[in-house]
C-alpha cells in the first residue's frame, strides 16, 4: 500500500500571498487531519476531514482553510501568508480518525519571505 | 498551554542503555499514542494505549498509562542508534473518532555510539 503522499515536499512564497497544499491518503482511510509544527508552537492541529465534512478544527485563524474531494484527496489553503505561517505542515490519514493510529506524510515545509 | 508535557526536553544515552519519557496531560483521555519523528520529516506511529489499560509492549517500546496521576511513560530498552529522534505523545481531547489530537512539546532523543 502506498503511503501518505503530500506534494509540493517544499514551497517558497511571500508575505500576502496565497497557498494551496495537497494530500493524497493511504487507499482507503477517509479521515485526513492537518498539523502545523514549528520550533515555537511544536504540532498544532488544524482540522480534520472524513469523508469530505470538516469534523473538527484547531485554534487557527480564517485564513487557514481546507477541504476533502470524494476521493478522499485534501487541501488545504493559506491566505494572505504571513512571517509566522512558515511552518512544516503535515497531512495524516487514518480509518476512523485521529483518534486511532494515524499515517503521517512527510510533510511540507513552507518558507513565508 | 500544550495538553500534553513531555519531560525531559532532551535525553543523551549510550547506545545499549534504556531511555525513558514522561508526558503529563490535563483532561480525561480515551487513549493516549506516542509517535517518533526522525529529523523534519513525518511521524511513525508507535503505539496507542487505551485509557482502561495499565501497560503495553511492542517490541523494544514499553509504555505505560497512570489515569489517576494523567501521566505516561515510554521506555526503550536495548537503545540503537537508530532510536535517535524526537519523541511525542499525542491525546485526544474528547472521545469520538473525531476527537482533536493534542500533541506533547516531544523529547529529543540522541543515542550516542
Known amino acids: 500500500k502506498a503511503g501518505v503522499t503530500q506534494t509540493p515536499r517544499y514551497l517558497i512564497k511571500t508575505r500576502g500571498q496565497q497557498v494551496t497544499l495537497s494530500c493524497s491518503p493511504i487507499?482507503?482511510?477517509?479521515?485526513v487531519s492537518w498539523y502545523q509544527q514549528t520550533p515555537g508552537q511544536g504540532l498544532q492541529f488544524l482540522f480534520e476531514y472524513f469523508s469530505e465534512t470538516q469534523r473538527n478544527k484547531g485554534n487557527f485563524p480564517g485564513r487557514f482553510s481546507g477541504r476533502q474531494f470524494s476521493n478522499s484527496r485534501s487541501e488545504m489553503n493559506v491566505s494572505t501568508l504571513e512571517l509566522g505561517d512558515s511552518a512544516l505542515y503535515l497531512c495524516?490519514?487514518?480509518?476512523?480518525?485521529?483518534?486511532?493510529?494515524?499515517?503521517f506524510g512527510p510533510g511540507t515545509r513552507l518558507t513565508v519571505l | 498551554s500544550q495538553q500534553g508535557e513531555e519531560d525531559p526536553q532532551a535525553l543523551s544515552i549510550q547506545e545499549g542503555e534504556n531511555a525513558t519519557m514522561n508526558c503529563s496531560y490535563k483532561?480525561?483521555?480515551?487513549?493516549l499514542q506516542w509517535y517518533r519523528q526522525n529529523s523534519g520529516r513525518g511521524l511513525v506511529h508507535l503505539i496507542l494505549?487505551?485509557?482502561?489499560?495499565r501497560e503495553k509492549h511492542s517490541g523494544r517500546l514499553r509504555v505505560t498509562l497512570d489515569t489517576s496521576k494523567k501521566s505516561s511513560s515510554l521506555l526503550i530498552t536495548a537503545s540503537r542508534a537508530a532510536d535517535t529522534a524526537s519523541y511525542f505523545c499525542?491525546?485526544?481531547?474528547?472521545?469520538?473518532?473525531?476527537?482533536?489530537?493534542?500533541f506533547g512539546s516531544g523529547t529529543r532523543l540522541s543515542i550516542r555510539p
Open positions: 494505549i487505551r485509557s482502561n489499560e
Open positions: 483532561t480525561s483521555i480515551n487513549n
Open positions: 499525542a491525546t485526544a481531547v474528547g472521545y469520538s473518532s473525531a476527537s482533536k489530537i493534542i
Open positions: 495524516a490519514s487514518s480509518t476512523l480518525g485521529p483518534n486511532n493510529e494515524q499515517f
Open positions: 487507499s482507503g482511510h477517509r479521515s
